[in-house]
């Protein structure tokens, strides 16, 4: 009995809802309607950073430099394969730069836990 190997699934009555579900050896499931609502929540989020950026970035010297920022995150997060350093990085500066206006700091940290939902 030892060697006998289940690489599937063995299921016994009861119901099993999976959103995404990968059986065997090397096997991969994505769940991609789950990963396009989170796409969508973290494009939402970077957008209501440009917004508070427009709004209220006059009180941060360098507020071009942060606008770029954020738009390459959110160009990096569109792409197929986003490099999660760059990502990860430019967040924790732009978030750095902000920490003294209240409410573009409370939309970076709303974009970073979006992103961490994400990856």
Known sequence: MGSLRN???IQKGGTMNVGAQA???GAQAVNYAEKNAALEEVRARLDQVLKAL???GNAIANREEIVQATQVVKEEVSKEQPNKLTIRGLLSGI?????SVT?????????????????
């Open 54 to 56: 427009e709004e209220h």
């Open 95 to 99: 978030a750095e730069s902000v920490q």
């Open 23 to 25: 059986v065997g050896r």
């Open 103 to 119: 409410s573009i700091a409370t939309a970076v940290e709303a974009a970073k836990v979006a992103i961490s939902a994400l990856f």
């Open 7 to 9: 690489e599937g699934i």
